[in-house]
């Protein structure tokens, strides 16, 4: 007997995303014949095959079913053509008044094993639902064997419900083939694994990344080596019903849409004063730079590759943000134009048209200080992602200060993610589970 191929694509190992059902706001006519296989006769040779028979968990009627319990459907007699989840949420737990969702973030898809004869959900349950699992076998006959299951997931209750609280990009940027992904919770999240199992990341050209954390609230995504440019990306957050730390449920689903733009890469050697930058391996630009002065660790100009960040038409340079008093004689307050943040320790690329010294010396208190024109070129033709590679100085720049994340190896960032796994951007699904106790 062959397995159907009822998606119209090519599974990976164990056929993951066989089986998509859609998350209806209203449950759907299957749901009407609940709790007992339904055979229809399927051809002339009927007689002659035992009827397929399905089993459906979690249980029939079941209440309070954990978010993150696997719904699996299995087989006898016959391969398993079809599963539709449908979720229609009944509290309050994943609503914002007003908002209005999209019902394909929760889209249920599923693994089916080899012979066709089981079949496991690939993502969590939405708290506070009730679920409708609707699943059809056929046998050697063409029969067709129906089988429906209603139940109930526990509600995510309040102050343990586990929220986006912001992300870098955000939908519709383009950005840099240095961009990370970075995600912000709201709450400690203590089950890391399966939180990264349950964000997957796709990209047109495919590639090998891995999450790690800055701390137990914000995960971050980076690809092996630099985005390809020219490409779009995408990031499903398929949070709900994962169970982030004890009794802490996600409540929502997301889905960034983001575009890598053209490659740009700026590199300074801090004794040479100048910047040259490339795009598309092309020369674009020479820039005269006066670097720090290096008299201390502070105001040192950090070696490293750093990652473009925020930017400000116009912003005070103000010292006692970093930890330095005002009576301290490194102390110093300065408005200036055109600043490009490269670290959380206070680098930019600004302007600086008070320093006579650009081009000559580096005498900046650790940032790179450029002139007006040049400033303001910087500005307009970089994006947030692209790559300021420095070399030159004996401060190393930190993985975790800003987005410094390309200081670590690739060795040791798919090392120091909780999976410990790469996840490959081909849309195959991630590395392991996001279920709890199985």
Same mark, same amino acid.
């Given at each position: 007997?062959?397995?159907?191929?009822?998606?119209? @694509?090519?599974?990976? !190992?164990?056929? +993951? %995303?066989?089986?998509?059902?859609?998350?209806?706001? *209203?449950?759907?006519? #299957?749901?009407?014949?609940?709790?007992?296989?339904?055979?229809?006769?399927?051809?002339?040779?009927?007689?002659?095959?035992?009827?397929?028979?399905?089993?459906?968990?979690?249980?029939?009627?079941?209440?309070?079913?954990?978010?993150?319990?696997?719904?699996?459907?299995?087989?006898?007699?016959?391969?398993?053509?079809?599963?539709?989840?449908?979720?229609?949420?009944?509290?309050?737990?994943?609503?914002?008044?007003?908002?209005?969702?999209?019902?394909?973030?929760?889209?249920?898809?599923?693994?089916?094993?080899?012979?066709?004869?089981?079949?496991?959900?690939?993502?969590?349950?939405?708290?506070?639902?009730?679920?409708?699992?609707?699943?059809?076998?056929?046998?050697?006959?063409?029969?067709?064997?129906?089988?429906?299951?209603?139940?109930? @997931?526990?509600?995510? !209750?309040?102050? +343990? %419900?586990?929220?986006?609280?912001?992300?870098?990009? *955000?939908?519709?940027? #383009?950005?840099?083939?240095?961009?990370?992904?970075?995600?912000?919770?709201?709450?400690?999240?203590?089950?890391?694994?399966?939180?990264?199992?349950?964000?997957?990341?796709?990209?047109?050209?495919?590639?090998?990344?891995?999450?790690?954390?800055?701390?137990?609230?914000?995960?971050?995504?980076?690809?092996?080596?630099?985005?390809?440019?020219?490409?779009?990306?995408?990031?499903?957050?398929?949070?709900?019903?994962?169970?982030?730390?004890?009794?802490?449920?996600?409540?929502?689903?997301?889905?960034?849409?983001?575009?890598?733009?053209?490659?740009?890469?700026?590199?300074?050697?801090?004794?040479?004063?100048?910047?040259?930058?490339?795009?598309?391996?092309?020369?674009?630009?020479?820039?005269?730079?006066?670097?720090?002065?290096?008299?201390?660790?502070?105001?040192?100009?950090?070696?490293?590759?750093?990652?473009?960040?925020?930017?400000?038409?116009?912003?005070?340079?103000?010292?006692?943000?970093?930890?330095?008093?005002?009576?301290?004689?490194?102390?110093?307050?300065?408005?200036?134009?055109?600043?490009?943040?490269?670290?959380?320790?206070?680098?930019?690329?600004?302007?600086?048209?008070?320093?006579?010294?650009?081009?000559?010396?580096?005498?900046?208190?650790?940032?790179?200080?450029?002139?007006?024109?040049?400033?303001?070129?910087?500005?307009?033709?970089?994006?947030?992602?692209?790559?300021?590679?420095?070399?030159?100085?004996?401060?190393?720049?930190?993985?975790?200060?800003?987005?410094?994340?390309?200081?670590?190896?690739?060795?040791?960032?798919?090392?120091?993610?909780?999976?410990?796994?790469?996840?490959?951007?081909?849309?195959?699904?991630?590395?392991?589970?996001?279920?709890?106790?199985?």
């Amino acid at each position: 007997m062959e397995v159907p191929d009822v998606t119209g @694509t090519t599974p990976r !190992v164990a056929m +993951r %995303r066989f089986g998509i059902g859609l998350a209806a706001l *209203v449950l759907t006519a #299957t749901a009407c014949t609940s709790g007992e296989a339904e055979t229809q006769s399927g051809g002339s040779d009927s007689a002659e095959a035992e009827p397929a028979e399905l089993v459906i968990t979690p249980e029939d009627g079941a209440a309070e079913v954990a978010p993150d319990s696997p719904i699996r459907v299995a087989a006898e007699n016959g391969v398993i053509t079809d599963v539709r989840v449908d979720q229609v949420v009944v509290t309050e737990a994943s609503l914002t008044e007003g908002e209005e969702e999209d019902p394909s973030l929760y889209e249920m898809s599923g693994t089916l094993n080899g012979d066709g004869t089981e079949w496991v959900s690939d993502w969590n349950l939405r708290p506070g639902s009730d679920v409708v699992v609707t699943a059809t076998a056929e046998n050697d006959a063409g029969e067709q064997t129906e089988l429906v299951h209603e139940f109930t @997931t526990l509600e995510a !209750v309040p102050g +343990r %419900r586990l929220e986006l609280a912001s992300n870098f990009p *955000v939908t519709g940027d #383009t950005v840099g083939v240095g961009m990370p992904i970075v995600i912000n919770f709201d709450l400690p999240v203590t089950n890391k694994a399966r939180v990264e199992n349950s964000m997957e990341v796709v990209s047109e050209q495919e590639v090998q990344g891995a999450w790690n954390w800055i701390n137990d609230q914000t995960a971050v995504f980076r690809p092996e080596t630099y985005w390809d440019p020219y490409q779009s990306v995408s990031v499903d957050l398929n949070l709900a019903g994962v169970e982030a730390s004890e009794g802490v449920y996600g409540v929502k689903n997301h889905r960034i849409d983001f575009e890598v733009g053209r490659e740009l890469i700026a590199t300074m050697h801090v004794p040479d004063h100048e910047m040259v930058i490339t795009v598309d391996g092309e020369h674009e630009r020479t820039i005269e730079v006066s670097n720090g002065k290096a008299s201390r660790h502070f105001d040192t100009t950090t070696s490293g590759v750093h990652v473009l960040m925020e930017r400000y038409e116009q912003i005070t340079m103000d010292s006692t943000t970093v930890g330095i008093p005002e009576d301290d004689p490194g102390a110093y307050n300065v408005d200036v134009q055109y600043a490009v943040r490269t670290s959380n320790s206070g680098e930019f690329v600004h302007e600086a048209s008070y320093n006579g010294s650009i081009g000559s010396a580096n005498t900046s208190n650790g940032c790179t200080n450029l002139r007006m024109d040049d400033a303001r070129w910087f500005f307009e033709n970089t994006l947030m992602g692209d790559i300021l590679d420095t070399t030159g100085t004996d401060r190393e720049f930190e993985w975790d200060n800003g987005w410094g994340f390309w200081q670590k190896s690739w060795d040791e960032w798919l090392a120091d993610s909780a999976t410990g796994e790469p996840q490959v951007t081909d849309g195959s699904g991630t590395p392991g589970s996001v279920h709890g106790e199985q």
